[in-house]
């Protein structure tokens, strides 16, 4: 790891969800033997000390703890640590440490209250997470990087890398808690993905949003704000829009009838194709297939 040319400190806050984070850097973010020692003393943010290499022994209050590479140590606002196990000579140890806050952005509503109060018990308290996986490290290393280098854009990218690490600091709270409510995106996810599904293979057949509802489990009306939310448009039109794709590959890479490519793409009738068709392209399949097609009729 590089050491940085010249002494820095960087402060910033930002939004993640709804609290507002603090982070303050400076040339210490990375240290190696005889840096790694101090005297007792506490900060006014919580500390994240990650133990990149070696054996120290680190004490947080009044409590001990021997850390190893790939622990790492959250010393809560105010308290006292230290690291004394100091001998001269020693160049195995190597240590990340930063200091940030966290605070509820705005008096918001009970959900916020509820995120804020679980996040300051967790902070409040020492935690020793033994044997992380290296996650953090992966990231303070990028952070470190971005630091020394200073190329264009690394205050985004240094913000962007400190969200990651408070998520990742926060992450051993679990997703069964206020924090991270991701049970929700998971499956909306897995809403997405069985919508694209359905369409993607069933949207050739004869097929309403009813078949959809009653496939993913859940009523006709809450499939319909389901798929307005993630096409921006209605079940009718997200399925006349694919059998229209369909339907200018055809008319590009065949020799196929109109009447034909109609029928291969699930429209029931020539001149309701016609009409959609023109409606959706501005010109006639036959126009179309003049001007894209590989082939002439």
């Known amino acids: 790891m590089p050491r940085f040319r010249n002494p820095f400190s960087y402060e910033f ?10 982070f303050f850097l400076n040339e210490n973010l990375y240290v190696k033997d005889a840096e790694t020692f101090s005297v007792p003393h506490n900060h006014t943010e919580c500390e994240l000390r990650y133990f990149e290499s070696g054996t120290t022994r680190y004490t947080v209050g009044s409590s001990e703890y021997i850390c190893q590479a790939g622990d790492y140590l959250l010393v809560p606002a105010g308290v006292f640590h230290a690291q004394l196990d100091f001998e001269s000579g020693r160049d195995d140890r190597a240590q990340f440490n930063l200091r940030f806050s966290v605070s509820e952005k705005s008096k918001g509503d009970e959900d916020s209250r509820r995120k804020a109060q679980t996040v300051n018990a967790y902070l409040g308290a020492p935690r020793f997470v033994h044997r992380d996986t290296r996650r953090l490290g992966q990231l303070l290393h990028l952070l470190a990087e971005e630091m020394y280098d200073c190329l264009p854009g690394y205050l985004i990218t240094i913000k962007a890398l400190c969200a990651a690490l408070m998520v990742e600091i926060l992450r051993p709270l679990g997703c069964g808690t206020q924090v991270f409510p991701d049970e929700k995106q998971k499956y909306s996810g897995y809403m997405r993905t069985a919508i694209d599904d359905f369409f993607t293979d069933r949207y050739l057949e004869p097929v309403t949003v009813h078949d959809l509802a009653r496939e993913m489990k859940i009523t006709v009306r809450q499939a319909s704000r389901v798929i ?3 096409y921006g448009m209605t079940f009718s039109r997200k399925l006349r829009e694919m059998r229209l794709e369909a339907a200018k590959v055809l008319l590009r890479m065949t020799e196929r009838s109109i009447a034909d490519v109609a029928a291969d793409c699930g429209f029931e009738t020539y001149s309701y194709f ?9 010109i006639s399949p036959q126009a179309y297939r003049q001007r894209h097609g590989k082939t002439k009729m």
């Not at 806050?13 to 603090?22: A, N, R």
Request: aromatic share 22%; with cysteine; charged share 20%.
């Open 13 to 22: 806050s930002f939004t993640l969800d709804c609290f507002s984070v603090y």
């Open 228 to 230: 307005q939310n993630v």
């Open 274 to 282: 016609f009409s959609a068709f023109k409606a959706h392209e501005k």
